[in-house]
């Protein structure tokens, strides 16, 4: 399944790279995803609960961040295995300075099923992956809101940390 798009969001690249490494960030924004944990640089273990039409299933796996090029791009590995079936999803996403405020973001990826998952979700794949997608940028323009809502001012000091610890 082939996935790709861009959507505009209200933010600088440097604030939106910050976030989109972020695992907190990350657990908030990306849909099913419920824990993120870090297990070496740039590698995460991941747990999802996926429902998808008739199917259902806790998957555990891993995230990894590929291909860093600071406020530029970098490619997203997820490998995700349940007793329903196995995901394996590779996406490059990059950055685009629209204006001083403005961000586009840019993916292109490809996911792949297997098992019960591919069988019995092949119906309605299509439109539930386009619904993550909106779901996922609906919920990263929010986090985007409170970051920079006066009660997220400390949160962005906290993001400058945390992006100085990303280009050391």
């Known amino acids: 399944m082939q996935l790709n798009g861009s959507h505009t969001l209200n933010t600088s690249k440097e604030m939106l790279w910050a976030m989109l490494l972020d695992p907190d960030t990350l657990t908030k924004v990306i849909p099913s995803l419920k824990s993120l944990e870090a297990t070496e640089s740039g590698v995460y273990k991941a747990i999802c609960e996926v ?45 685009k300075a629209i204006d001083e ?27 539930v992956a386009n619904s993550l997608v909106g779901m996922f940028f609906k919920a990263l323009e929010k986090e985007i809101e409170k970051a920079n809502s006066p009660e997220g001012e400390e949160a962005k000091k906290e993001k400058k940390g945390f992006w100085s610890r990303l280009v050391s």
């Open 51 to 95: 429902k998808m039409g008739p199917v259902s299933g806790t998957f555990e796996g891993t995230m990894e961040t590929i291909n860093l090029n600071p406020t530029e791009s970098f490619t997203l590995i997820m490998k995700q295995n349940s007793k329903i079936g196995n995901v394996v999803a590779e996406g490059n996403i990059v950055l």
């Open 101 to 127: 405020g403005h961000t586009a973001m840019l993916f292109d990826g490809e996911a792949k099923l297997s098992g019960l998952l591919a069988r019995t979700g092949q119906r309605v794949l299509s439109g």
